[in-house]
């Protein structure tokens, strides 16, 4: 009955079938609890698997299903199966496959089950709320795949059997130094935990597939034997405080995930025959980036350099060397020269790289602010700078010089012209607004000023002249006592005559010719 999209609930009756051996329903939508399984005594084969996210029920886990004595294969997985499943597994032995992904299982996984179940060969624990910690497993030679992933599972991994092909134990808590690895495997996903120290040498195995240690605290170098690594490899391992440089592949490998290290040194010549992502981004790499790398590479997807050092020019032939790529990014490099048309693709970003010169891509032109582009991000200032004009370009025509010069001084190149443009901006304006505030404070006080002048002319001009002889004459009858004598008379005359004067000078407002009295 599997894979024909049956919508209904299972009916009961189905767990007295005593002679029956397999049950094959995964795929299908049934609704409901699963039925009683205890009564099938003969049954080996239970495949209830539904596809990835397919139920939205929570059902209880049938227990009495690992009761049963001759079971072999238990595929329960994405059913929305409830339960604690420490107390599972305790009188079964003969499990050969069991499969419980993506349920709502919690608790601790019993030793029983690594311990009595030795024919083993696939176990799929992933995506449930499980956690403690996972023996060693070398007893179990005929295990072939271990998935553990998306869990809570803790302490250290070790202890891998020979013949093991696939693990996955990403996105746990598992810590201590990364296990050594079986000849055999070829393929390894630890990403995600809290594992620490070196890579062992172990790990330069020739059937790696993928080697997946990301987002943990692995230190020291990339082992000099990975430059062996064989075709087709992916080698994952962003994320961590790896050193040192990237190994010269000498097989074309098809992903390289190096990002968020401290990788020194230049990038190699690789061969991109099969390679689909090249990702490098923040790390302490330098040096350039040759046109030969995009010969012809027909996989490439995602090339990614961000926040490095890069120097020297961006490769020409780009994309219409790789008719997939989709993902372009420089980002807070230092590129220099002209930018090739970058349209074609999905996103690129080529942002703070300030020596890079313009025209930009047509894609880019078309908006009207180099800082905000979608889905460019790029941030050239001098391209459309409303207050400096754009950098000369290196093909415009100049006039011929008519004879040379003893000393000709040097012509600014478009990149030095840019430089200065770019880091000269920001004084040009302080000293602007310098100006700016200095003027209006003095134009401030000067109308302090004329206002106070203004007011004492006005309080002036509303004396009359006679107040004013009354005001200066006894003013001046406190000063001079007005006896007989010749020089108090004489005094007395000056003063009179002065204050006459003055009256008459402000009279005829303020009058430059000024009467004298001679003694």
């Keep these: 009955m599997g894979s024909n999209l049956i919508v209904a609930t299972l009916p009961t009756c189905l767990g007295n079938l005593s002679a029956l051996e397999v049950l094959e329903i995964e795929n299908n939508n049934f609704v409901g609890d699963l039925f009683p399984m205890g009564g099938m005594h003969s049954l080996e084969v239970m495949l209830a698997t539904l596809a990835f996210g397919q139920t939205t029920y929570t059902r209880p886990f049938p227990f009495e299903l690992f009761e049963l004595s001759g079971l072999r294969v238990a595929s329960l997985g994405h059913l929305?199966?409830?339960?604690?499943?420490?107390?599972?597994?305790?009188?079964?032995?003969?499990?050969?496959?069991?499969?419980?992904?993506?349920?709502?299982?919690?608790?601790?996984?019993?030793?029983?089950?690594?311990?009595?179940?030795?024919?083993?060969?696939?176990?799929?624990?992933?995506?449930?709320?499980?956690?403690?910690?996972?023996?060693?497993?070398t007893h179990l030679s005929r295990l072939d795949t271990l998935m553990l992933d998306f869990s809570d599972f803790t302490g250290s991994f070790h202890g891998l059997p020979d013949g093991l092909y696939n693990v996955d134990i990403s996105n746990n808590s598992f810590t201590g130094s990364l296990p050594d690895l079986p000849p055999s495997l070829a393929n390894i996903i630890a990403r995600g935990n809290q594992f620490s120290g070196t890579i062992p040498e172990s790990w330069c195995g020739s059937l790696r597939q993928v080697l997946d240690i990301?987002?943990?605290?692995?230190?020291?170098?990339?082992?000099?034997?990975?430059?062996?690594?064989?075709?087709?490899?992916?080698?994952?391992?962003?994320?961590?405080?790896?050193?040192?440089?990237?190994?010269?592949?000498?097989?074309?490998?098809?992903?390289?995930e190096l990002s968020e290290n401290r990788m020194t040194g230049t990038v190699p010549y690789i061969s991109f025959e099969f390679m689909r992502i090249f990702s490098v981004n923040d790390n302490l790499l330098s040096g350039t980036i040759p046109d030969s790398y995009f010969d012809y590479d027909q996989y490439l997807e995602r090339f990614l350099l961000d926040n490095n050092s890069f120097t020297g020019t961006i490769p020409s032939n780009i994309p219409e060397c790789c008719p997939l790529l989709r993902a372009f990014s420089i980002y807070n490099n230092s590129f220099s020269g002209s930018v090739p048309n970058l349209c074609p693709l999905n996103t690129f970003d080529i942002a703070i790289n300030?020596?890079?010169?313009?025209?930009?891509?047509?894609?880019?032109?078309?908006?009207?602010?180099c800082s905000a582009l979608e889905p460019c991000h790029i941030c050239t200032p001098p391209c459309r700078d409303p207050y400096f004009p754009p950098p000369p370009s290196p093909n415009s025509d100049q006039s011929p010089s008519p004879s040379p010069t003893p000393s000709p001084s040097p012509s600014p190149?478009?990149?030095?012209?840019?430089?200065?443009?770019?880091?000269?901006?920001?004084?040009f304006f302080s000293i602007l607004g310098g100006v700016l505030l200095i003027a209006m404070f003095?134009?401030?006080?000067?109308?302090?000023?004329?206002?106070?002048?203004?007011?004492?002319?006005?309080?002036?001009?509303?004396?009359?002249?006679?107040?004013?002889?009354?005001?200066?004459?006894?003013?001046?009858?406190?000063?001079?006592?007005?006896?007989?004598?010749?020089?108090?008379?004489?005094?007395?005359?000056?003063?009179?005559?002065s204050q006459k004067s003055r009256g008459s000078r402000m009279k005829n407002g303020y009058q430059k010719e000024v009467r004298h009295i001679d003694i």
């Design 80 to 137: 929305g199966l409830l339960g604690n499943l420490s107390v599972a597994f305790t009188n079964i032995s003969t499990l050969e496959v069991l499969n419980l992904k993506d349920n709502n299982l919690y608790g601790t996984v019993p030793d029983s089950l690594w311990l009595n179940n030795l024919q083993l060969r696939f176990v799929s624990l992933g995506f449930n709320v499980l956690e403690g910690t996972v023996p060693a497993l």
């Design 214 to 256: 990301s987002k943990n605290q692995i230190t020291g170098t990339l082992p000099s034997c990975f430059r062996h690594l064989p075709a087709q490899t992916n080698l994952l391992a962003f994320s961590n405080h790896l050193e040192g440089t990237i190994p010269a592949f000498v097989h074309p490998v098809t992903v390289i």
């Design 354 to 369: 300030p020596l890079l010169l313009c025209p930009l891509p047509s894609c880019c032109e078309a908006h009207p602010s």
């Design 413 to 427: 190149s478009p990149e030095s012209s840019q430089l200065e443009s770019i880091y000269t901006r920001p004084v």
């Design 442 to 497: 003095s134009g401030t006080i000067f109308f302090l000023f004329q206002r106070r002048n203004r007011a004492k002319e006005e309080t002036y001009r509303r004396l009359s002249s006679d107040q004013r002889g009354e005001k200066d004459a006894d003013e001046n009858s406190n000063n001079v006592d007005g006896s007989d004598d010749v020089w108090g008379g004489r005094i007395g005359s000056r003063i009179e005559g």
